[in-house]
């Protein structure tokens, strides 16, 4: 799968592998070291505990680099009058009445419960190009479906400041 990430997403990436690389993991390690010496490796909880974090980082390190050698770099260029990337939208959901926030963000950023969506999910694609005022469906799957309102758009910028997703 190929993610549509910006430069900010890459640079991003790229500065959490240099520290998981060169901070974090001379400290996994040197823990692993530390706690192999407290004896029976088969009841060690702490040697076991460590050799997780060690490869939960290494697992993270292998994560970002994939996903920047498949990432197709996007511009966030969207018309002044369309929804675009990084854009914030008022929508108003006829389905139960509510009215919510929520900006355009690349995947590597999404965060639903803080109102940041991804232009990859159903929402976020049904919205994308659209302009205030429209009634968009959106498909969630082929047997679910709703309707919201675009009652209004403010641009949007990529924001170094919005964090990458971590797991």
């Known amino acids: 799968m190929h993610d549509k990430l910006t430069e900010i997403d ?11 690389a060169l ?17 029976d490796l088969s009841e060690n909880a702490e ?28 511009e966030v260029d969207a018309a002044s009058d369309e929804i675009g990337l990084f854009d ?4 108003f959901y006829e389905m139960n009445g509510m009215t919510k926030n929520i900006q355009i963000v690349t995947t590597l950023r999404q965060d639903a419960m803080k109102g940041l969506i991804s232009g990859e999910s ?17 498909e969630v799957a082929p047997d679910r479906s709703f309707y919201v309102q675009i009652k209004s758009v403010t641009k949007g910028e990529d924001d170094d ?7």
Do not use: C
């Open 161 to 167: 400041e919005l964090p990458i997703n971590s797991f």
């Open 88 to 91: 914030k939208v008022e929508l």
């Open 10 to 20: 890459i640079k991003k990436m790229k500065e959490e592998i240099d520290y998981r």
């Open 122 to 138: 159903p929402l976020g694609k049904a919205l994308l190009g659209k302009k205030a005022g429209d009634r968009v469906l959106v």
């Open 23 to 39: 901070q974090l993991r001379p400290k996994l390690l040197e823990e692993v070291k530390r706690t192999r010496e407290y004896g």
């Open 47 to 74: 040697y076991k505990e460590a050799k997780r974090e060690k490869n939960r980082n290494e697992s993270r390190i292998r994560y970002l680099k994939s996903m920047i050698e498949t990432a197709i770099i996007v």
